[in-house]
């Protein structure tokens, strides 16, 4: 049989709370992309073994590990990148893979990731980009079309091997995997968005027809991770989870019959929420009770210009009323509301009026802040980067304006302001492929500074408040806290020293029952 193997990690951002303040803190969540991978090749006839957190080896360890699985059938070692790597945890990942090609050169090397830009600094043979699960198989086979890419060979996946909408969405674990019960894994009830925002560069957007997953299969699913692990807890993948109704209604049919009731997070239009009567009804069946809400802007012309435009005092309240609801029905309910600073039409003071009102009513939820961000080489990148609309049409005069800002118009834009811990603003503004973009409200370089003046704000409007619900299960896993004890938490609250060694310890725990199978 041929055999493979994948290595899965997440690096997280060291910007994110409740992981350590380390820059190469490996995060406890599992690689969903490389069990993905692994579940859809061993129904090809392959044997994959996926190794989650393999950046947390040490170089001995990691080596020792690769010798005792390599076989004479090993075709293909993967490697599962999420967002890039960084730092010493970069030159890591480059130390191992060139350890790999050194010892191993007839096995292949292939990196896969949402984005080519992720993986180009990794030394391998092959780069696949996009849903990966056809372009492996098509390469491995010898069917795939390569593109060259600045040097690399690269699989494009989403352009000639597309793998999505997909019926089977199934993720199968091994004994292998040593799943805890306390891991949050990851769940598809559909692939791909059928919406179209303006600001949006993810690679399969507006699709039309049904992208569901075959619902007849997620009850066994949910029910397998149960019996086996112990597993309850669940972050669902999809753009949007509450595109349609019907899709709620078969998942939360199938989800009725388990024998326990999950814990779930993820992407929720909240304007298609508060409108719709019976999403919220099915979402609580199904223990949806953490939700992501991509709201943008509380300004009404800004939300139109994205393709957002309910009512703004309408959804304030829509929002009031479903966190009432949740915890009525679930117990247990955690939003955090994305917004992006310097949308047109946005100024700073329909910004910040936006989020006195979020303070004053969620006092306890999270937010995260972007900044709005249009590549300047959209044009020029063809089809291997997934471009924005206004990527593409910022230019057309009717919203952003010809002329952009320049470095002399910046007086202000010195690393000095911004304080430490919020350098990562000023690195980002420096982006060399971010467009200097500008309009009648914002430009480049005023977003940036209304940013920092948020996070600055003697308002305190992040350190007050609780874990981001994709935060919750760096808190949970580890067995450090509850669910019920973490959401009564500030980021403030928390043991970090505890919270930092129950990690490790568990992570740990991992590498020797991988190191000793």
């Known amino acids: 049989m041929n055999h493979g193997m994948i290595l899965g990690c997440l690096q997280a951002h060291p910007g994110w709370q409740g992981q350590g303040k380390d820059n190469n803190w490996i995060s406890l969540k599992r690689s969903a992309g490389s069990h993905k991978i692994a579940s859809f090749m061993r129904k090809e006839g392959w044997d994959i073994e996926v190794i989650d957190y393999w950046l947390a080896f040490t170089e001995e360890e990691f080596q020792t590990l690769i010798r005792a699985r390599v076989t004479s059938d090993t075709k293909f070692i993967g490697v599962s990148v999420t967002f890039g790597f960084r730092g010493d945890t970069l030159k890591r990942a480059q130390d191992n893979l060139t350890w790999l090609k050194e010892n191993y050169p007839d096995i292949m090397i292939v990196a896969g990731s949402k984005s080519i830009s992720d993986t180009m600094n990794l030394p ?3 780069y696949v980009t996009g849903y990966g699960e056809f372009g492996l198989q098509h390469l491995l086979n010898g069917t795939a079309k390569i593109t060259d890419f600045q040097g690399k060979k690269v699989v494009n996946s989403d352009k ?31 692939r791909g968005c059928k919406f179209k925002c303006k600001f949006c560069s993810y690679n399969a957007i507006g699709l039309k027809g049904d992208i569901d997953r075959d619902m007849s299969t997620l009850y066994a699913e949910l029910k397998e991770n149960y019996e086996k692990w112990g597993v309850t807890d669940y972050h669902v993948a999809d753009e949007t989870t509450n595109d349609n109704t019907e899709k709620l209604r078969r998942a939360a049919e199938e989800i009725r019959k388990l024998p326990f009731t999950p814990n779930m997070t993820g992407f929720i239009r909240a304007d298609l929420l508060i409108s ?18 991509g709201i943008e802007t509380f300004d009404q012309k800004a939300g139109q210009v994205i393709g957002k435009g309910m009512n703004r005092d309408k959804q304030k309240q829509g929002l009031l009323d479903l966190r009432d609801y949740f915890w009525k029905q679930c117990g247990r309910y955690r939003s955090t509301t994305s917004l992006i600073v310097g949308l047109p039409y946005e100024t700073r003071q329909s910004l910040f009026d936006g989020l006195d009102w979020h303070k004053e009513n969620f006092p306890k939820e999270n937010l995260q802040i972007n900044i709005l961000f249009i590549n300047k080489f959209a044009e020029h990148l063809g089809d291997m980067f997934s471009q924005s609309d206004f990527d593409m049409t910022w230019k057309d005069g009717k919203h952003f304006h010809e002329r952009l800002i320049q470095d002399d118009e910046e007086v202000e834009a010195t690393p000095e302001a911004f304080v430490d811990g919020l350098k990562h603003l000023w690195f980002n503004y420096k982006r060399h492929s971010a467009l200097p973009w500008s309009h009648d409200t914002f430009n480049w370089w005023t977003a940036h500074l209304a940013t920092r003046d948020i996070y600055m704000s003697n308002k305190n409007y992040m350190r007050d408040r609780g874990p981001m619900n994709w935060d919750l299960f760096n808190f949970t896993t580890p067995g450090t806290y509850d669910w019920d004890s973490v959401l009564e938490m500030s980021y403030d609250d ?10 490790k310890l568990h992570i740990q725990k991992y590498k020797n029952a991988k190191l000793n199978v």
């Open 276 to 293: 719709r009567e019976h999403d919220k009804e099915y979402l609580a069946e199904m223990g949806y009770w953490a939700h992501f809400y």
């Open 124 to 126: 391998c043979d092959y």
């Open 160 to 190: 000639d091997h597309p793998c999505f909408p997909q019926k089977d969405l199934v993720t199968r674990y091994e004994e292998r995997d040593f799943i805890q019960p306390t891991d949050t894994l990851t769940l598809e009830l559909s």
């Open 494 to 503: 928390y043991d970090e020293e505890r919270l930092e060694k129950d990690t």
